[in-house]
């Protein structure tokens, strides 16, 4: 499940009175979620039956316990969301530094040593390029681990990073099929929170469920 900026603010530093918070969470996806610190690195938890998470350090989750949410938020970077039909789901919070450390590759293969052997991703909104002016020595890091489609330009024509184009050849190269593609830009659209477009301290989510 994905929310936007109508359900509010569901980030782990949401102002919100805890039962409100919890309300919202349980109308998006019921159950007890579980989330990471999130730092922007290639660190990948498995979550079993007594991780209670808060707190530990990742960014992103897997785990085989049915009815388990696991979720992740953002408000610019990309999320992703993986299923499979061995009942293994993942979830993973995916900025540009956490792309260049690994962390697609980290959760697909934390996944598959799970035995999920078909994967399926869903992907949230992120920052488009066109709104994603990225220096030019990072952007060759990026290309030269993700090719020439992560290289793109603002629409005042600087060098832009398409952080959509490097996770799709991400998850092609790790052999993922994508069930479906929110293919929309934070920045431009406000039904999502954007750090860089509107200094948003907010953020949105996805929950992937263990399924039961
Ligand atoms: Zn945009």
Request: with cysteine.
């Amino acid at each position: 499940m994905l929310s936007g900026v109508s359900d509010g603010d569901v980030g782990p530093r949401s102002p919100l009175p805890v039962d409100v918070l919890e309300a919202r969470r349980q109308s998006i996806a019921p159950g007890r979620w579980r989330w990471l610190s999130q730092s922007h690195g290639g660190g990948v938890v498995l979550l079993g039956p007594e991780e209670p998470c808060s707190g530990r350090e990742g960014d992103a989750l897997v785990t085989t316990m049915p009815g388990a949410p696991v979720a992740v938020f953002a408000a610019d970077c990309a999320l992703v969301g993986l299923a499979s039909p061995q009942g293994v789901v993942g979830a993973a919070h995916v900025g540009w530094r956490g792309l260049l450390a690994g962390v697609l590759e980290a959760t697909v293969t934390t996944m598959r040593s799970k035995r999920a052997t078909e994967i399926a991703a869903v992907l949230g909104a992120c920052i488009g390029p066109e709104c994603y002016e990225f220096s030019e020595s990072d952007l060759e890091l990026l290309e030269a681990r993700y090719g020439p489609s992560v290289r793109s330009k603002t629409t005042e024509d600087r060098p832009a990073l398409d952080l959509r184009a490097g996770v799709l050849r991400a998850l092609e190269a790790l052999s993922v099929s994508i069930s479906s593609d929110e293919a929309r830009c934070t920045a431009c659209d406000p039904s999502w929170f954007s750090w860089r477009a509107r200094k948003d301290t907010g953020r949105h989510c996805l929950v992937v469920t263990g399924e039961r």
